[in-house]
């Protein structure tokens, strides 16, 4: 008789390989058009994630529905390892169903996802303007991302799936209770004051929401994502910001408050390292970032950089906020891919060179030393080794053949590809502009 053999998917994940702002949402949407999976799950973060994505005339920017929202076959999972600002995950629905996509049916959320109260924001805010009094900012987008983790890891925090039980009035209660005597603390210590009207407009508006959530689909996702792939059918994990923004492997403290890279799948999302296949990295044929903290690759030029800013349309999807602009940094990408495992990236903006010359960091500078090991603090960085190469102009916008790339956009795909020899890194695509086909294969048919 034959044996019963049990079915295994697996599972892909796609994270930013720089400091977040890579246009991994775009990615993501590539990848779950080729029918290869079922679902895609985020994993960790929260609201301080924006993802742009583009189909035709629709443009929508999510911050925790996962971006397979625009394919309305693909299940939406949000891991336990995310916090959820319930505010914006119901506006965000509301958005999608006005767009034509109703995604509650094929939304599922961990019951041990945290929640972001009403009052993390502003603790967020409280906590930013204190350290500012000390000349240090980090540059949050104050979405309480922050102190909802801090909670979590305090074991004071709430889960979504305690808005289930009858004493969660009870925990949310004491929880505030808490938050205020916090915020009455900032208001003394360091003179940071929130009107009360606007502390009760936002409770207002939180439970508005939270009487929606209680609409939704909270599960044990852990349990749903196992059975899905014993099924056979495979998941892609969507990371959010940067390896370079990682809480343990970035410019700490100038970093997000959770792990980004893909080991965190596992934790972020309850299955096996088992199921994971390939990890797919993204950059930019550039290098921005965002906040606060060092950034060595950043173009001293003002004027280059402005003319990045602009052509790059550089401006955080989140808050609006100008991006710093560099050229490719070649020796933090190292560190990334050395951390993630990448073995496939996708490189986009490559339509955006506004120079006739480019240049690429290859290494970090110590006063004379050339570092050999990523910096604890960039600051320790005084200078970086660029190698200057030819740009390739604006004329690659919208190609979407290989065969009609320039010859100069193609010496740079070249170049990095060699750089990159020592991981065996496959080059999947590089994007040439916003929408869906502005895109073509490199070392993929």
């Known amino acids: 008789m034959e044996k019963n053999i049990e079915k295994k998917g697996f599972i892909d994940c796609l994270v ?15 990848l779950l058009s080729k029918g290869i999976y079922s679902g895609v799950a985020r994993f960790q973060g929260g609201a301080n994630a924006g993802h742009t994505l583009k189909f035709g005339q629709i443009e929508f920017i999510g911050h925790i529905v996962p971006s397979g929202c625009l394919q309305k076959d ?27 996509f109703d995604v509650l049916p094929r939304l599922y959320i961990s019951n041990r996802a945290k929640l972001v109260s009403y009052l993390h924001p502003f603790l967020d805010q409280a906590e930013e303007f204190s350290r500012s009094q000390d000349g240090f900012k980090i540059g949050t987008t104050s979405r309480g991302i922050g102190p909802a983790y801090s909670d ?3 074991r004071r925090g709430l889960l979504l799936g305690d808005i289930l039980f009858s004493d969660f009035d009870q925990k949310f209660d004491s929880l505030s209770k808490m938050h205020m005597n916090l ?6 210590d360091y003179g940071f004051e929130i009107p009360t009207e606007k502390i009760d407009e936002a409770k207002i508006k939180w439970q508005a929401a939270l009487t929606e959530l209680k609409k939704m689909q909270i599960c044990d996702l852990s349990f749903l994502i196992q059975k899905r792939l014993r099924e056979g059918k495979n998941i892609l994990a969507e990371g959010a910001q940067g390896i370079m923004l990682d809480i343990d492997y970035g410019d700490y403290p100038n970093v997000t408050s959770s792990n980004t890279l893909p080991a965190n799948v596992c934790l972020g999302l309850g299955v096996s390292h088992k199921y994971i ?14 906040g606060g903290g060092d950034f060595p690759a950043r173009i001293k030029d003002e004027v280059v950089e402005k003319m990045f800013q602009e052509q790059g349309h550089e401006f955080g999807a989140t808050t609006g906020r100008a991006r710093m602009c560099g050229w490719l940094d070649l020796f933090a990408l190292k560190y990334a891919i ?4 990448t073995n496939k990236i996708f490189i986009n903006k490559a339509d955006i060179c506004p120079t006739d010359k ?6 970090y500078k110590k006063g004379d030393k050339i570092l050999e090991e990523f910096p604890l603090r960039l600051n320790e960085v ?3 080794n660029t190698e200057e190469i030819l740009g390739w102009g604006n004329a690659n916008y919208g190609v979407s053949l290989k065969e009609n790339v320039s010859p100069a956009l193609t010496s740079y795909l070249n170049y990095i590809k060699e750089k990159l020899s020592e991981f065996k890194i496959e080059i999947v695509s590089v994007g040439t502009g916003p929408d869906r086909e502005h895109s073509f294969n490199w070392d993929t048919d």
Do not use: F, H, P
């Not at 930013?16 to 890579?22: A, C, F, V």
């Not at 939406?76 to 914006?88: E, M, P, T």
């Not at 990890?279 to 965002?290: C, D, H, L, P, S």
């Open 152 to 154: 979590s890891r305090s």
């Open 74 to 100: 693909i299940e939406l999972y949000v891991g336990n390892g995310v916090v959820v600002d319930i505010i914006s995950l119901v506006k965000e629905i509301s958005e999608l169903k006005k767009l034509g």
């Open 358 to 363: 480019i240049k690429v960091v290859l290494g």
């Open 338 to 341: 050395g951390l993630s495992g």
């Open 183 to 188: 915020l009455k603390m900032y208001q003394t």
């Open 16 to 30: 930013g390989l720089q400091w977040g702002d890579e246009g991994k949402g775009k990615n993501i949407d590539e």
């Open 382 to 384: 005084t200078d970086v």
């Open 277 to 290: 296949r390939n990890i797919y990295g993204v950059i930019k044929a550039y290098t921005t970032k965002v």
